[in-house]
């Protein structure tokens, strides 16, 4: 690796918003459904919405509607505030880390469900063009595919870190078809090479030979997991992975 993918590792690392990650946390309960009452007039509660949703929760939502409106396994993917929903699985879980506090453009752990943070769209006061968040909802779009084909369980982190690989790389040649102002080149390379740098990290890291704990505890440190504690688990858990 040369010179110019150390500048952007270290980059990456001084400026944790353009880590992006997601995948694999159990933590969440979802899928919960409260049984209805009785009133037959009444028209069917659709789950309490918030009042106004912020700008970045709408604008990946339009962009995840115009690239996967028509796809039968994608189009009803709900897409939230990661914060407001980072902060709701914190107050049930205290032993899993703020998704946001380490700064994840967005974040799925089903085949229901994306979350997206406000660096999606706007990063260090930047307006950030449309493939920006565009690349980053097709990452999960890729974890979400890779959740239902699993039914919603990932059995070990080394299965999560060959995923993250695997979704990585296509993401990166998302990027290859994707065009650019000339005023986003500068960007562009930098989210590219950083990338890049994320595809050669998962991939290495998933031919090391290691035991579960020892991924998990690279997932963590590279803070592509938040924090976790496995005894804070209720078992069973649709996945397993925080039991051991
Ligand atoms: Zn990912």
Not at 103 to 122: F, G, H, I, K, P
Request: proline fraction near 7%; charge should be neutral.
């Amino acid at each position: 690796m040369g010179d110019p993918a150390r500048t952007v590792t270290e980059r990456v690392v001084e400026d944790p918003a353009t880590r992006a990650t997601t995948y694999g946390d159990t933590a969440v309960q979802q899928g919960v459904r409260v049984a209805q009452g009785g009133k037959p007039k009444a028209a069917p509660k659709k789950a309490p919405a918030a009042p106004t949703e912020p700008a970045h929760v709408l604008k990946a939502r339009a962009l995840w509607k115009a690239a996967f409106g028509k796809d039968a396994q994608l189009a009803n993917v709900r897409i939230g505030d990661l914060k407001a929903h980072s902060d709701r699985n914190r107050a049930k879980r205290p032993d899993v880390g703020k998704l946001h506090g380490v700064e994840y453009q967005a974040w799925t752990n089903s085949s229901r469900d994306v979350y997206v943070n406000t660096t999606l769209v706007m990063l260090s006061g930047t307006t950030m063009p449309d493939w920006y968040p565009e690349a980053f909802l097709r990452h999960e779009a890729i974890h979400v595919r890779q959740f239902a084909a699993t039914a919603d369980a990932v059995p070990t982190y080394l299965a999560m870190i060959k995923a993250e690989a695997s979704a990585y790389a296509e993401t990166v040649r998302w990027l290859d078809g994707v065009t650019w102002l000339p005023a986003e080149k500068a960007t562009y390379d930098a989210v590219y090479d950083a990338l890049e740098v994320v595809v050669t990290g998962f991939t290495d890291r998933s031919k090391v030979t290691a035991t579960e704990l020892e991924h998990k505890a690279w997932m963590v440190t590279e803070k592509y997991l938040p924090e976790h504690t496995p005894s804070a688990e209720p078992v069973p858990r649709p996945l397993s992975l925080y039991v051991r």
